[in-house]
């Protein structure tokens, strides 16, 4: 079983709409999330880190259910620009490296 | 302020075929990792160096050797290349290993072993 799963999408949202990925972990060691952003044939870059209490950056919010070893990223008023690979990360609690998933597709169109 | 670099873009070897990647940031940070990505795999770590000096294996080192030349660059050798190493190989850097501070990516290296 992979460490971090997500669902590969795609996920095909309209301009405006609201969407959801969940991420789940094995690892109940793992200590910090993050969620970070591919763009096609592009570098990930780091989108935001996810806190215990949930927290919001503009149009995206995270949410972390430790009971559930799931994190969620919820993006509204989806943009054109939205379109990409979002990569969901632990910081693995066994030998403190970063594991990455596999990635969920969103692609928004007009 | 470039980032993170990386040398070539893209490559195509034969089996058998040796090559080094090159990796440079001039973030002056002190970890740097080389990761690969496969199609539904995810990045998997393949080697990491926590400061200059040191380097230590990752998911998947075998194949591979690194060389921490400096604390700006670090370089990643397939010394025989293998059909099942053809994947994209980022590296990337960070401030300190192990805690789970933001890495900044190189834009990758496309590689074709045939």
């Keep these: 079983r992979k460490e971090v799963e997500q669902d590969p999408g795609p996920f095909n949202v309209p301009e405006g709409a609201t969407v959801a990925f969940n991420c789940t972990y094995s690892n109940s060691a793992s200590q910090s999330f993050f969620w970070y952003r591919q763009d096609c044939r592009k570098e990930p870059k780091l989108l935001m880190s996810v806190y215990s209490s949930g927290n919001e950056d503009g149009r995206f919010t995270a949410q972390l259910n430790r009971a559930s070893q799931y994190i969620s990223l919820l993006i509204r008023d989806s943009k054109l620009s939205d379109s990409a690979t979002y990569l969901c990360v632990a910081l693995s609690g066994g030998y403190n490296k970063l594991i990455f998933g596999a990635g969920t597709r969103l692609a928004v169109h007009p | ?114």
């Excluded at chain 2, 075998?62 to 921490?68: E, H, K, L």
């Excluded at chain 2, 397939?78 to 990516?105: D, I, M, N």
């Design chain 2, 1 to 114: 302020n470039a980032g993170v670099t990386q040398t070539p873009k893209f490559q195509v070897l034969k089996t058998g075929q040796s090559m080094t990647l090159q990796c440079a940031q001039d973030m002056n940070h002190n970890s740097m990792y080389w990761y690969r990505q496969d199609p539904g795999m995810g990045l998997r770590l393949i080697y990491y160096s926590a400061s200059e000096g040191t380097t230590d294996k990752g998911e998947v080192p075998n194949g591979y050797n690194v060389s921490r030349l400096n604390k700006r660059e670090f370089s990643l050798r397939l010394e025989s290349a293998a059909p099942s190493q053809t994947s994209v190989y980022f590296c990337a850097s960070s401030e300190r290993a192990h805690t789970g501070e933001t890495q900044y990516f190189g834009p990758g290296t496309r590689l074709l072993v045939l």
